[in-house]
């Protein structure tokens, strides 16, 4: 071969490869540039392997913008990192859609796209409709006060087996005279009171082994998908290698799920007559006997459980977690706290929902813990369903979008110190409540289902143990803020944790 023919190689592979790194399509945001098979993902990776989202970071100062664009293997996504652009992404009609064809997400759910998280279109119209209009009947979302009631002797059983000890060998795993393994302990009063509102039957003491199994598998799942939608998501072919990117561990909890489900379920149409009204399952067995459509179905149904139980397996105990683990690093916070809670709730009862309003620093102080511990780093990835413009940029259809709600709450911009633990930014001068501008829930259409009665879960929770006991780190526990587990939502490390009676 001629050294001219060479040369003319060798710069149209220069060329090809230019090309490749950074062509997108026209007039989209400023992008990373890719490189072959992963596309920019190995450069997320590059910056932190195990929180790849932070190293989003970066490329917004170099890219100078805040809604940013990359190549997840060969599929183009959007990322939107700040407040006006993720409230606009959250809101807006055109980014309603979800990512529904991927294999690793319909594996999990029969093969099909069912629930409430990963579908969109009508059928996710219809079926998120028909949840909250009858999970509002039990509490979820509206407050009602038998759920309270029953909720308050959750938290007097949590608060009677802290202070008297273990009965049970599985509770034995988790507490040990006066250490208990966070968030573990908080497991059995989380998944019982969802599971309440959906069969209308709460499991006791001798039995807490169930609720514990449904959160352990909540998070199991959470943690075998990253935050930007992994190596699965961008080439499926992947799952085949058993759980080397997560897809085994994916699959073991989704199934550890469904088969509890299922039991129950079958349980329940055994003994169901057209008077029974416990809870949303009998309201939508009623509804599968009335509707012979596609959109209802029992497969449907367990898949709809799972996504609307998740948070309550999952996020209010790794909230609270995270939560005893600041306070514990800020004597000042914690004192604060106390001495509120004693102020206004004494010791002669369980603080109720009554009491958020005269309780403002402790409510101030889940707020700023959730800000600054953002859960769900990039939230659930969400889809454009037609072209459309946003910051000035077009954003074509079918483009999968993160609302990276992690960079929002550390914008020095809307924030002014946000690495800094401060609850007092959410209070006004007068110590009341001030407006809350993050975004922990999402927001718009896809707004977390959840979030008042995650909000008052956590409240009373934290309200009931600050109350009552005085916390300690553990020496060779993971004590530090920086223990955390990555995945969809960032997980604080399980962890032993001393507590005395106050």
């Given at each position: 071969m001629s050294p001219l023919l060479i040369v003319i190689f060798i710069l149209l592979l220069v060329y090809k490869l230019y090309r490749f790194a950074y062509d997108k399509p026209p007039n989209t945001p400023p992008g990373i540039i890719r490189v072959p098979i992963g596309g920019s993902y190995w450069l997320l990776l590059?910056?932190?392997y195990k929180f790849p989202h932070l190293t989003?970071?970066?490329y917004v100062k170099k890219l100078n913008s805040k809604i940013i664009s990359c190549y997840m293997g060969s599929v183009f996504v959007v990322i939107v990192n700040d407040y006006e652009s993720i409230k606009q992404v959250l809101g807006r009609d055109e980014f309603d859609?979800?990512?529904t064809n991927a294999d690793f997400i319909k594996d999990r759910a029969f093969g099909k796209e069912l629930g409430i998280f990963f579908i969109d279109g009508p059928k996710w119209h219809e079926q998120r409709r028909f949840a909250l209009r009858h999970m509002r009947d039990f509490g979820f979302g509206r407050r009602q006060e038998k759920l309270e009631s029953e909720i308050m002797d959750e938290m007097s059983l949590l608060l009677d087996i802290m202070k008297n000890g273990s009965i049970y060998d599985q509770e034995k795993e988790i507490l040990k005279g006066n250490l208990a393994l966070f968030p573990d302990i908080l497991y059995a009063?989380?998944?019982n009171n969802i599971w309440n509102i959906m069969f209308g039957h709460r499991f006791d003491r001798s039995e807490?082994?169930?609720?514990?199994?449904?959160?352990?598998a909540a998070v199991m799942f959470q943690q075998a998908n990253d935050t930007t939608g992994g190596a699965i998501f961008q080439r499926p072919f992947l799952k085949y290698f058993g759980n080397m990117f997560g897809y085994k561990n994916h699959m073991k909890a989704s199934n550890t799920m469904t088969n509890i489900i299922k039991k129950y379920l079958e349980d329940r149409k055994s003994f169901l007559s057209e008077n029974d009204d416990q809870g949303f399952v009998d309201r939508y067995l009623k509804k599968l006997n009335e509707d012979k459509s596609d959109s209802f179905s029992e497969d449907q149904l367990i898949i709809l459980l799972i996504d609307m139980m998740f948070p309550a397996f999952s996020a209010i105990p790794g909230v609270i977690t995270h939560v005893i683990k600041y306070l514990m690093h800020y004597p000042r916070v914690i004192e604060k706290v106390r001495n509120e809670i004693d102020s206004v709730v004494g010791i002669g009862r369980l603080a109720t929902w009554d009491d958020r309003k005269n309780l403002p620093y402790l409510e101030a102080t889940?707020?700023?813990?959730?800000?600054?511990?953002?859960?769900?780093?990039?939230?659930i990835t969400h889809r454009s369903v037609k072209t459309t413009t946003l910051g000035g940029y077009e954003i074509p259809i079918n483009t999968p979008i993160f609302a990276n709600l992690a960079a929002m709450h550390h914008d020095p911009d809307l924030w002014g110190d946000p690495e800094v633990f401060r609850p007092e930014r959410f209070l006004k001068k007068d110590g009341q409540?001030?407006?809350?501008?993050?975004l922990p829930f999402g927001f718009g259409h896809r707004l977390c289902t959840g979030e008042t009665y995650a909000r008052y879960n956590m409240f009373g929770t934290l309200a009931l143990l600050l109350q009552n006991f005085n916390f300690f780190f553990v020496k060779g526990e993971p004590s530090n803020l920086k223990d955390k587990i990555p995945g969809i939502t960032v997980f604080p490390k399980e962890l032993w944790i001393r507590f005395e009676p106050r």
């Amino acid at each position: 071969m001629s050294p001219l023919l060479i040369v003319i190689f060798i710069l149209l592979l220069v060329y090809k490869l230019y090309r490749f790194a950074y062509d997108k399509p026209p007039n989209t945001p400023p992008g990373i540039i890719r490189v072959p098979i992963g596309g920019s993902y190995w450069l997320l990776l590059w910056g932190n392997y195990k929180f790849p989202h932070l190293t989003l970071d970066y490329y917004v100062k170099k890219l100078n913008s805040k809604i940013i664009s990359c190549y997840m293997g060969s599929v183009f996504v959007v990322i939107v990192n700040d407040y006006e652009s993720i409230k606009q992404v959250l809101g807006r009609d055109e980014f309603d859609g979800r990512v529904t064809n991927a294999d690793f997400i319909k594996d999990r759910a029969f093969g099909k796209e069912l629930g409430i998280f990963f579908i969109d279109g009508p059928k996710w119209h219809e079926q998120r409709r028909f949840a909250l209009r009858h999970m509002r009947d039990f509490g979820f979302g509206r407050r009602q006060e038998k759920l309270e009631s029953e909720i308050m002797d959750e938290m007097s059983l949590l608060l009677d087996i802290m202070k008297n000890g273990s009965i049970y060998d599985q509770e034995k795993e988790i507490l040990k005279g006066n250490l208990a393994l966070f968030p573990d302990i908080l497991y059995a009063s989380s998944g019982n009171n969802i599971w309440n509102i959906m069969f209308g039957h709460r499991f006791d003491r001798s039995e807490h082994d169930t609720p514990r199994r449904l959160c352990r598998a909540a998070v199991m799942f959470q943690q075998a998908n990253d935050t930007t939608g992994g190596a699965i998501f961008q080439r499926p072919f992947l799952k085949y290698f058993g759980n080397m990117f997560g897809y085994k561990n994916h699959m073991k909890a989704s199934n550890t799920m469904t088969n509890i489900i299922k039991k129950y379920l079958e349980d329940r149409k055994s003994f169901l007559s057209e008077n029974d009204d416990q809870g949303f399952v009998d309201r939508y067995l009623k509804k599968l006997n009335e509707d012979k459509s596609d959109s209802f179905s029992e497969d449907q149904l367990i898949i709809l459980l799972i996504d609307m139980m998740f948070p309550a397996f999952s996020a209010i105990p790794g909230v609270i977690t995270h939560v005893i683990k600041y306070l514990m690093h800020y004597p000042r916070v914690i004192e604060k706290v106390r001495n509120e809670i004693d102020s206004v709730v004494g010791i002669g009862r369980l603080a109720t929902w009554d009491d958020r309003k005269n309780l403002p620093y402790l409510e101030a102080t889940i707020r700023e813990t959730m800000r600054i511990e953002t859960v769900t780093p990039l939230g659930i990835t969400h889809r454009s369903v037609k072209t459309t413009t946003l910051g000035g940029y077009e954003i074509p259809i079918n483009t999968p979008i993160f609302a990276n709600l992690a960079a929002m709450h550390h914008d020095p911009d809307l924030w002014g110190d946000p690495e800094v633990f401060r609850p007092e930014r959410f209070l006004k001068k007068d110590g009341q409540l001030a407006k809350d501008i993050s975004l922990p829930f999402g927001f718009g259409h896809r707004l977390c289902t959840g979030e008042t009665y995650a909000r008052y879960n956590m409240f009373g929770t934290l309200a009931l143990l600050l109350q009552n006991f005085n916390f300690f780190f553990v020496k060779g526990e993971p004590s530090n803020l920086k223990d955390k587990i990555p995945g969809i939502t960032v997980f604080p490390k399980e962890l032993w944790i001393r507590f005395e009676p106050r």
